[in-house]
Antibody
Framework: EVQLVESGGGLVQPGRSLKLSCAASGFTYSNYVMAWVRQAPTKGLEWVASISTGGGNTYYRDSVKGRFTISRDNAKNTLYLQIDSLRSEDTATYYC???????????WGQGVMVTVSS | DVVLTQTPPTLSATIGQSVSISCRSSQSLLHSNGNTYLHWLLQRPGQSPQLLIYLVSRLESGVPNRFSGSGSGTDFTLKISGVEAEDLGVYYCVQGTHAPWTFGGGTKLELK
């Protein structure tokens, strides 16, 4: 059974940093593109970042470039999202998602909440 | 970025009723490789999204066959043939043809 379990969220002050993790199991993790998708309270879904199977290629939405860093450890079957210089508009539930064929999300984690507030 | 416009934003239905949701793209989702990477997700209240349909019309494993998808180019439709209580939630279309991935604004299905 595929499982994606996020952790690391919480209440953080503006300008501070946070690192999210996503532990994957139930599939050959190193074979799949992985992504982070977020959802602000009562809003829709927004792709944030994605990473190639080996980790050598990373992609970000414009609004997070330079502040977010996606990475992966294929030995630990874990995906990460380092978030720096947090802003109030980063407040959201962050989902880890597995990308099949690199083109669609077939499994999602349960999500982790990040709240940016002073 | 590709803009996906879903209509209606809210849909009220009775159990057993058939309903359709439209997803219109700002540009063609036909990839140069011949595939169309348009998919549908359902997010039930308090849950994470789940994949229902991928590549326009292919039913994800375990998804009931009352769900069906159709369309091409820029116009796509999700149909539920006989709504059941467990179908309530927000439906999203999502495209993976053009980077970056983008999502429709969602259609909330509620009971009438």
């Amino acid at each position: 059974e595929v499982q994606l379990v996020e952790s690391g969220g919480g209440l953080v002050q503006p300008g501070r940093s946070l690192k999210l993790s996503c532990a994957a199991s139930g599939f050959t993790y190193s074979n799949y593109v992985m992504a982070w998708v977020r959802q602000a309270p009562t809003k829709g879904l927004e792709w944030v970042a994605s990473i190639s199977t080996g980790g050598g290629n990373t992609y970000y939405r414009d609004s997070v470039k330079g502040r977010f860093t996606i990475s992966r450890d294929n030995a630990k079957n874990t995906l990460y999202l380092q978030i720096d210089s947090l802003r109030s508009e980063d407040t959201a539930t962050y989902y880890c998602a597995k990308a099949k064929l690199g083109r669609y999300f077939d499994y999602w984690g349960q999500g982790v909440m990040v709240t940016v507030s002073s | 970025d590709v803009v996906l416009t879903q209509t209606p934003p809210t849909l009220s239905a009775t159990i057993g009723q058939s309903v359709s949701i439209s997803c219109r793209s700002s540009q063609s989702l036909l990839h140069s490789n011949g595939n169309t990477y348009l998919h549908w997700l359902l997010q039930r209240p308090g849950q994470s999204p789940q994949l229902l349909i991928y590549l326009v019309s292919r039913l994800e494993s375990g998804v009931p066959n009352r769900f069906s998808g159709s369309g091409s180019g820029t116009d796509f439709t999700l149909k539920i043939s006989g709504v059941e209580a467990e179908d309530l939630g927000v439906y999203y279309c999502v495209q993976g043809t053009h980077a970056p991935w983008t999502f429709g604004g969602g259609t909330k299905l509620e009971l009438k």
